[in-house]
Nanobody, 122 residues
Framework: QVQLVESGGGLVQPGGSLRLSCAASGSILRIYVMGWYRQAPGKQRELVAVISEDGIPNYGDSVKGRCTISRDNVKKTVYLEMNSLEPGDAAVYYC????????????????WGQGTQVTVSS
């Protein structure tokens, strides 16, 4: 079983910044990819940023240049820093991991966090 603990969401003023973190725990042997997606009301879930096990990031088009993703493989934690927030950044942000289960090492599995709300408003 896997647990993802997300933190850092909340109310941010336009032009402000945020830092999200997501810590994974449980029956995990290895985490290949960690990252963040977001979903605003009435819209599809979209990529914010993901990062590979060796630290290679991939950013969604809407956040490129405003966003930095990083991870700590020892702590099994991924961090997202975003600046110059706009009202369009308001959404539920979901942590996502692609991992190798400890009890089923031949498999690769996927797990979503519960999400953390980010509101952008003055």
């Amino acid at each position: 079983q896997v647990q993802l603990v997300e933190s850092g969401g909340g109310l941010v003023q336009p032009g402000g910044s945020l830092r999200l973190s997501c810590a994974a725990s449980g029956s995990i042997l290895r985490i290949y990819v960690m990252g963040w997606y977001r979903q605003a009301p009435g819209k599809q879930r979209e990529l914010v940023a993901v990062i590979s096990e060796d630290g290679i990031p991939n950013y969604g088009d809407s956040v490129k240049g405003r966003c930095t993703i990083s991870r700590d493989n020892v702590k099994k934690t991924v961090y997202l820093e975003m600046n110059s927030l706009e009202p369009g950044d308001a959404a539920v942000y979901y942590c996502d991991v692609l991992y190798q289960p400890r009890d089923r090492p031949a498999r690769t599995e996927h797990y979503w966090g519960q999400g953390t709300q980010v509101t952008v408003s003055s």
